[in-house]
């Protein structure tokens, strides 16, 4: 297969087993900073029994549907499609179409170009294609796009990965959500219940039963069901999570700076640093059992994710260990 660029290595953050393996200690005694995860999910609803032991039903879908229309200010013409975690979306979009060439810029979450050439497409860094794949924020960098220079509508496929920008709400491209477009969402990083595995592809109709034919029937169980539709309810609490995670996001560059970290991008759920050389600060900080993500394509770049309120100390503890 032809591409412009090289693939990225699908590498991801977590991993904490293998740094058990490695370093010793339980999960417990790690501080995993190599997500973008909220490190204070959202607080889990009490659910009827049925919940669990019945298939989730046409209703329990309509709920959550409705819940994501009103937070997300989704258009009437666009369709909400509930499936288990964007992943699940990500590996499945490259078949909406025939294979052919997808843009994709190299400094981006490494899926997206890792499912569409395995789908037998060229994945492009510059120029034109039939489809185009955005990550808005970008992870790891943070910087947002306007969809200036898209035509919208014109284009077979555009997506628009939207995992991390329910901490800046407005920044949302979700009115644009039409025909060819496709909006993913994720319940797991800002409400920081990524082990539930719930997301959203929202927008073009057509595109959305298709992708609902490929997921199958009852793709998301009734639990998450639930508990995606109160959380997506539930506007105070994510009103007070965004200023709780800008200001901890505020506190992180700052610690980070004290040590010679210079703060690059990143959004409120993870920062993103230059530093001279993040594989060796990696090294150093798991010898405090605080787990960051480095880059492959970035060998300066070290990322982390907010600490929980009662875990700084280790963070703290860690940095004021690194070698000079």
């Known amino acids: 297969m032809a591409t412009d660029a090289p693939n990225p290595p699908r590498d991801h953050g977590g991993g904490i087993d293998a ?28 659910m009827p029994a049925d919940a669990w032991t019945a298939l989730p039903d046409r209703a329990a879908n309509t709920r959550f549907e409705a819940a994501a229309r009103r937070f997300w200010s989704v258009p009437d013409t666009a369709a909400v499609l509930a499936a288990p975690g964007a992943s699940a979306l990500i590996a499945r979009i490259p078949a909406l179409l025939p294979k052919g060439r997808v843009l ?27 489809a185009r794949v955005v990550v808005h924020p970008n992870n790891p960098t943070g910087d947002r796009w306007d969809g200036a220079g898209e035509i919208w509508g014109k284009r077979p496929l555009v997506v628009v990965d939207e995992s991390f920008c329910d901490e ?32 959203a592809a929202i927008g073009d109709p057509a595109m959305s039963a298709h992708l609902a034919q490929m997921l199958g029937p009852w793709p998301v169980s009734g639990p998450a069901l639930a508990i995606g539709t109160a959380a997506l309810s539930d506007t105070d609490w994510a009103e007070a999570t965004r200023q709780r995670v800008a200001d901890d996001a505020a506190r992180l560059d700052k610690l980070l700076q004290t040590r010679g970290a210079r ?46 309120p009662d875990r700084w100390g280790q963070l703290e503890r860690a940095l004021s260990a690194l070698a000079p």
């Open 19 to 46: 740094l058990i393996a490695n370093h010793g200690e339980t999960r417990a005694d790690w501080l995993d900073l190599s997500t973008g995860i909220n490190p204070v999910p959202y607080p889990l609803p009490a």
């Open 104 to 130: 994709i810029r190299a400094d981006t979450y490494n899926e997206h170009a890792g499912a569409f050439a395995g789908a037998g497409w060229d994945v492009l860094r510059t120029g034109d294609a039939e």
């Open 168 to 199: 800046t709400l407005d920044a949302s491209l979700i009115h644009r959500a039409g025909p060819g477009v496709i909006v993913l969402k994720s319940i797991g990083k800002f409400w920081g219940l990524a082990g539930m595995r719930l997301g």
């Open 263 to 308: 703060p690059l991008g990143g959004t409120s759920l993870f920062r993103l640093y230059d530093v001279p050389d993040a594989t060796s600060w990696q090294t150093q900080l798991a010898k405090g059992k605080v787990h960051t993500r480095i880059f492959p394509y970035a060998p300066t770049w070290l990322r982390l994710g907010l600490p929980h």
